[in-house]
């Protein structure tokens, strides 16, 4: 059974940071591509990072030079630095993994972000 389960979020002040983590289980986790996503109340869920196989990352426009997603895979683990963290940065986190059939994906649950003055 696959699980990805999310940490790390919680309450920060404006310009602050915090690191969520990804726990994998199930997949072959150095095969497959990680990605953060977020969502904000009332909006859609949106890209916010990724990182391949082999370690090639993209960012959104909004994160790139604050945020770093990075992997273990000894760990199975994935992670986003978040930096300089401002008040629209304020979402849940979910991060999402490449299963092995083309367009499928597995979701975690999410962990949620809250960025105060």
């Known amino acids: 059974q696959v699980q990805l389960v999310e940490s790390g979020g919680g309450l920060v002040q404006a310009g602050g940071s915090l690191r969520l983590s990804c726990a994998t289980s199930?997949?072959?986790?150095?095969?497959?591509?990680l990605g953060w996503y977020r969502q904000a109340p009332g909006n859609q869920r949106e890209f916010v990072a990724t990182?391949?196989?082999?370690?090639?990352?993209n960012y959104a426009d909004s994160v790139k030079g604050r945020f770093t997603i990075s992997r273990d895979n000894a760990k199975n683990t994935g992670y986003l630095q978040m930096n300089s963290l401002k008040h629209e940065d304020a979402a849940v986190y979910y991060c999402?993994?490449?299963?092995?059939?083309?367009?499928?994906?597995?979701w975690g649950k999410g962990t949620m972000v809250t960025v105060s003055s």
């Open positions: 999402r993994a490449d299963s092995d059939v083309y367009g499928v994906y597995y």
């Open positions: 199930g997949i072959i986790f150095s095969l497959n591509a």
């Open positions: 990182i391949t196989s082999r370690g090639s990352t």
